[in-house]
């Protein structure tokens, strides 16, 4: 196994004694590179693809939407946008700035949805954009009735489709209102009961339509890495802390309305695999402590009853009291690539983008530095993260079966992303990268099932459509159907067929 030059001296991890045997989990250091993509996968399992409000619709000032978090970072004059620009990573011309115009999908969704039968798909997530209902995001601020009734009719498309929506509550677009000095998105207490309001008001109006939700989309992603919190010490903290105070809120409001019989809810979280680089104990309880840091930070509270013990004794007083509450099983699981770890006490801490030199940070306190193997770097997407680790997949679902006592699990996002300056031509639509990726990744799935007694219900690939890449602007496409953003053409690729 060939490593970046920064690791050069550290034995590779190829021990039987090493934590995957300690663990149960597969592949004791011998991680398989081909596949043979056979074999089926049990009756009922759930194949899908999903979107995001703001990566997707547009028309950010129509219908009477008020502005989000994301218009005011990405759009012009926003302390991001002309950054962006420079980059290429927003497209130019047409308006199409930040996720203002997007794929159109506000105005498009009928033929979307009319794409989305012709490849055959039976399964889609996408998320309600809570600017679009509550323009201020408060009840008090007047329910958007236009907004609304655009879900309404998504939703109705989809079921007349036969399509199942699978709908998430927040993937991101925080109303601008609720992030000001006063009350400072997620820091605030106040933003806990203006969420659990909006959940209840998308319950009471599509609870009987819709069976399969999801409060929050990545919690780690919006909280931890890099925020330019004002205490960076408790910031992340904080912050998480109300992200599931809120979750748990919206469940037992889910639990109140009609919406909870015969439908289900979770959250979805999501985690890059984290594997001891070698099998010194220090660098197997790196990763570990890597694992619980990430993902177990917001399972262990819903499943466990706490916070994972290592945070609890690194950070004391940091980290705020969870008064436990029985939640929902519907977990969802968002994993892209995987890397290999060393202990890092007191060094650097992940990257340049996540936040180094914010002093005492969220990374400072993980301990943990995460490298690439050559091996990795072979199958390299245009997102400066992601590495296609097949195998990454299998170990994840195993250590969460582990630790949670096999919990139904959906794959909520898995994805691929070539660049963004690619034309529509024949080369971009045979997305052979994107094929290779899903096929090996899912007959990892399809192990992980049959072979490990994972209990995984489904699996939806990201993307549906190219779109908006958050801070990347339009530069990576994640799609399995390509946008074409001077005309809003969409042209499927081979992987939407794959799949
Ligand atoms: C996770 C996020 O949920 C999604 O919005 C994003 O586009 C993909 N990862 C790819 O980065």
Not at 178 to 190: E, I, K, M, V
Not at 431 to 437: I, T, Y
């Amino acid at each position: 196994m060939a490593l970046t030059p920064e690791s050069a001296s550290t034995t590779p991890l190829h021990n039987p004694s090493n934590f995957s045997a300690a663990l149960g989990l597969p592949y004791l250091g011998d991680y398989p590179r081909t596949y043979t993509h056979e074999g089926g996968f049990p009756a009922g399992f759930v194949w899908g693809s999903g979107t995001a409000a703001y990566q997707i619709e547009g028309a950010w000032n129509e219908g009477g939407r008020g502005p989000s978090i994301w218009d005011d970072f990405s759009g012009a004059g926003g302390p991001a946008h002309e950054a962006m620009v420079k980059v290429g990573a927003i497209a130019g011309g047409g308006g199409n700035h930040s996720g203002a115009v997007a794929c159109d999908h506000y105005h498009r969704y009928r033929e979307d949805v009319q794409l989305m039968a012709s490849l055959g798909l039976r399964h889609y997530r996408f998320s309600l954009s809570w600017p679009r209902i509550l323009p201020n995001g408060t009840l008090a601020g007047g329910v958007n009735e236009e907004g609304a009734a655009f879900y309404d009719a998504l939703i109705d498309a989809l079921i007349a489709a036969k399509i199942e929506p699978f709908v998430t509550l927040y993937h991101w677009d925080l109303p601008s209102a609720l992030q000001t000095a006063a009350s400072p998105g997620w820091l605030s207490a106040g933003t806990v009961r203006h969420f659990e309001d909006f959940a209840r008001l998308c319950f009471e109006r599509w609870g009987g339509k819709v069976r399969r939700w999801v409060t929050f989309n990545e919690p780690w992603t919006f909280t931890a890495p890099g925020k330019p919190y004002a205490d960076v010490r408790t910031g992340p903290y904080l912050a998480g802390h109300n992200v599931l105070l809120a979750h748990a809120a919206a469940v037992r409001a889910f639990r109140e309305t009609a919406a909870a019989s015969g439908g289900a809810i979770g959250i979805t979280n999501n985690i890059d695999w984290r594997e001891p680089l070698t099998a010194a104990p220090e660098d197997v309880a790196a990763a570990e402590r890597a694992r619980e840091w990430w993902l177990a930070w917001f399972c262990d509270p819903i499943w466990r009853g706490d916070y994972p013990p290592s945070m609890r004794a690194s950070l004391g007083e940091r980290l705020p009291t969870f008064t436990p509450s029985e939640l929902e099983s519907l977990q969802g699981l968002n994993h892209y690539g995987s890397s290999f770890v060393v202990a890092q006490p007191n060094g650097k801490h992940y990257g340049k983008h996540y936040g180094e030199g914010n002093g005492e940070s969220y990374w400072r306190d993980y301990e943990a530095l995460a490298l690439h193997s050559e091996e990795m770097k072979e199958e390299a997407a245009a997102s400066a993260w992601l590495y296609s680790v097949p195998w990454g997949l299998r170990k994840l679902l195993s250590w969460v079966k582990r630790r949670y006592g096999n919990p139904p699990l959906y794959v909520t996002e898995n994805g691929w992303s070539t660049p963004g300056n690619d034309s529509a031509s024949s080369a971009q639509v045979a997305d052979g990268s994107r094929v290779r990726f899903l096929a090996n990744y899912t007959s990892e799935l399809r192990r992980a099932i049959y072979e490990d007694g994972v209990d995984v219900r489904g699996y939806y690939a990201w993307s549906l459509l190219d779109n908006f890449e958050w801070e990347m602007g339009y530069s990576e496409r994640f799609g399995l159907v390509y946008t074409d953003y001077a005309t809003q053409r969409r042209h499927p690729k081979a992987s939407a067929r794959w799949l």
